[in-house]
């Protein structure tokens, strides 16, 4: 449920900003839940939220006690990101930018971990996206990616919102995404599939 380089795409998420979290609460208390159970942080850790929209999980994990050291939050639509800026006003462990996800630039193993949750399948290169992260992780880093699983009878779910929606929209199915990581040299530690109302979901998690 979020964004690309695709022009389209962050202007639709700029327009829905003022009710994201209303509008879209059960999916993200859902999508939240399900991803934090996996995530645990160290004291030391330099995490990079890869479209971190309204700065839901960072809170989660700050209101749960998890310790790091930063926190980067990415995100191209400035008006949801603005959301999180005021949400975390006065915090010095965490910082923003607002670029393409295939276009985040920091130095070569930057970060510990990479969070990418429900966002890959707006992601409109999505094999730079996967090489750039690899590109910053630390040896040892890992990544947590969950988003729409592209099969079973979601496919026709998934078919009816490219057709309804003009974000750009390109997603997986588990099988793909297994693939297409492994094609980049990670190594899936961690691999989940599951129904949540009429959405399909994986979850995969990954060490460089």
């Known amino acids: 449920m979020k964004y690309s380089s695709t022009p389209q795409t962050p202007q639709i998420f700029d327009r829905l900003a003022d009710e994201y979290e209303s509008r879209w609460a059960q999916y993200l208390t859902h999508t939240h839940q399900k991803f934090l159970e996996k995530i645990h942080l160290d004291k030391d850790d330099k995490v990079l939220d890869m479209s971190c929209g309204t700065g839901l999980l960072a809170y989660h994990l700050i209101e749960r006690g998890d310790k790091f050291r930063e926190i980067v939050l990415n995100d191209i639509s400035t008006k949801l990101q603005a959301r999180a800026k005021k949400r975390f006003k006065?915090?010095?462990?965490?910082?923003?930018t607002s670029l393409p996800a295939e276009s985040v630039d920091f130095p070569a193993e930057t970060f510990d971990k990479i969070f990418c949750l429900s966002a890959f399948h707006n992601y409109s290169q999505q094999s730079c996206v996967l090489q750039?992260?690899?590109?910053i992780l630390k040896p040892g880093g890992r990544m947590y990616l969950l988003d729409w699983n592209r099969s079973g009878w979601f496919r026709i779910v998934d078919l009816f919102i490219k057709i309804k929606t003009p974000e750009y929209i390109d997603t997986r199915s588990r099988n793909e995404m297994k693939q297409k990581l492994t094609d980049h040299s990670f190594s899936i530690i961690f691999d989940r599939e599951w129904y949540f109302n009429y959405w399909k979901f994986f979850y995969l998690i990954v060490n460089k």
Request: hydrophobic fraction near 20%.
């Open 132 to 135: 750039n992260c690899r590109h």
């Open 90 to 96: 006065g915090r010095d462990d965490i910082r923003f």
